[in-house]
């Protein structure tokens, strides 16, 4: 939406999914279907996804629809890119990212969800084999990285703060919206 707003795209239109798809990757691709099956009546669709631990049947879903995805493996990649995502996992590969959207949303699609809001112990097990959180920031919201850094401190992980703004998201949707729609003409 803020990139929507901010480029005064008046013929884009934004469909949502639920969050915690990420929670299980292996519903991502029958969900984004559903949409794209829905959407059909648009000359262009684009889904805002990496591949996001489908292991490219997300991809297969896209290739009947002839829609096309973000690039990369999740969405670390596209905000902060490729390399850098590399470099931060050779760094340390032990490693939880969090974006603005996960640190605003970080009780409910992490405490909640992954069941550690009624079994603590389940932190442990979950993040035992992380040592640092790096957030992600695509705004620069002292309060959404004071959040973060109180998500790092209950997990027990160091913290990290890297600005990344919207990265490849930005620049795949400005491409796509400045391309001239191709057009059929039947004879």
């Known amino acids: 939406m803020a990139l929507i707003d901010a480029n005064d795209w008046h013929d884009v239109r934004l469909e949502c999914l639920p969050a915690d798809l990420h929670n299980r990757p292996d519903r991502i691709p029958e969900a984004v279907g559903r949409k794209l099956r829905e959407a059909s009546r648009y000359s262009r669709i684009f889904v805002a996804y990496a591949d996001c631990g489908t292991g490219g049947l997300l991809d297969e879903v896209l290739a009947e629809h ?3 995805r ?56 979950y993040f035992g084999q992380y040592r ?46 400045s391309e001239p729609v191709a057009v059929e003409r039947a004879t």
């Open 66 to 68: 002839g829609a096309e």
């Open 70 to 125: 973000l690039p990369g493996a999740h969405c670390y990649d596209v905000y902060a890119g490729e390399s850098v995502i590399a470099a931060l996992s050779e760094q340390e590969l032990g490693t939880f990212y969090l974006t603005d959207f996960l640190v605003r949303h970080f009780d409910r699609l992490v405490i909640q969800e992954l069941g550690i809001e009624h079994h603590p112990q389940l932190a442990s097990l």
């Open 132 to 177: 640092r959180l790096v957030y992600l920031s695509q705004r620069d919201d002292p309060a959404l990285q004071a959040a973060a850094q109180r998500a790092a401190a209950r997990l027990g992980l160091s913290f990290e703060y890297r600005h990344t703004g919207y990265g490849e998201l930005a620049t795949s949707l400005v491409r796509l919206v």
